[in-house]
């Protein structure tokens, strides 16, 4: 199994709402990413877990809280976001932990959740 | 400041070869450079990593100068089932960045 999956598909909510984002993997990855992709934009890292501790944080807004209950889950938990926080959420997983390439491993990426924020 | 350059677009006939450069001038000395490809509504897609001078395997090259200040990205003889953003990654520390993507439009 080589898949990441990420629930659900397509999220609307408002600003007062509180909302998670769910990831799964199978493949025995000790390393697992949160993502934010705006429109005709690259992928911007938030969040690295690395076996299920925080590696790395970048600068996110609190109002997004991550979260890692086993090496196979990612959640991604929202509350009061604000419309600019509409975006594509992706995960990722990696093999290893960080190890001698840091988090240059290959990197496989679930199809995304396509947040609105209203 | 970590950074990576790459073209905005670029067009190409089917069955051309396609050479999409990625210039990452501060690379450190153990990071790796990994090609990803994206199409719309999907996430990224692996597609080749490398250290140094040439990587290959069955969908594309990689080339990296030995300077290591810029890599290659080669498609061969591409489809039109190519046309997709392929975005340049490189790690600096615990930096991730990805490169802002080139559009690659494949025509018939």
């Known amino acids: 199994d080589t898949e990441v999956t990420q629930t659900p598909k397509h999220l609307v909510m408002g600003m007062t709402n509180k909302k998670s984002l769910k990831c799964e993997q199978h493949?025995?990855?000790?390393?697992m990413y949160w993502y934010k992709q705006k429109a005709k934009k690259p992928p911007e890292l938030m969040f690295v877990?690395?076996?299920?501790?925080?590696?790395i944080n970048e600068s996110v807004p609190s109002r997004f809280s991550p979260e890692c209950p086993n090496s196979s889950l990612l959640n991604l938990h929202l509350h009061a976001l604000q419309p600019e926080d509409s975006a594509l959420y992706l995960c990722?997983?990696?093999?290893?932990?960080?190890?001698?390439?840091?988090?240059?491993?290959?990197?496989?990426f679930g199809p995304g959740t396509r947040l609105l924020v209203l | 400041l970590a950074k990576t350059t790459q073209p905005i677009s670029m067009d190409s006939y089917e069955g051309q070869e396609v050479n999409i450069t990625c210039s990452h001038n501060n690379i450190a000395t153990n990071d790796y450079i990994t090609w990803y490809q994206q199409f719309p509504s999907q996430g990224p897609r692996f597609i080749i990593q490398?250290?140094?001078t040439k990587v290959t395997n069955e969908v594309a090259s990689l080339f990296i100068p030995a300077d290591r200040k810029s890599s290659t990205l080669s498609l061969p003889r591409v489809s039109l089932s190519d046309t997709a953003v392929y975005y340049c990654l490189v790690v600096w520390g615990n930096k991730l960045v990805f490169g802002a993507g080139t559009i690659l439009r494949v025509k018939s």
């Open positions: 877990y690395s076996y299920e501790k925080l590696s």
């Open positions: 493949m025995g990855h000790r390393a």
């Open positions: 990722a997983s990696s093999q290893g932990g960080g190890g001698d390439r840091g988090f240059g491993e290959t990197q496989y």
């Open positions: 490398g250290y140094k």
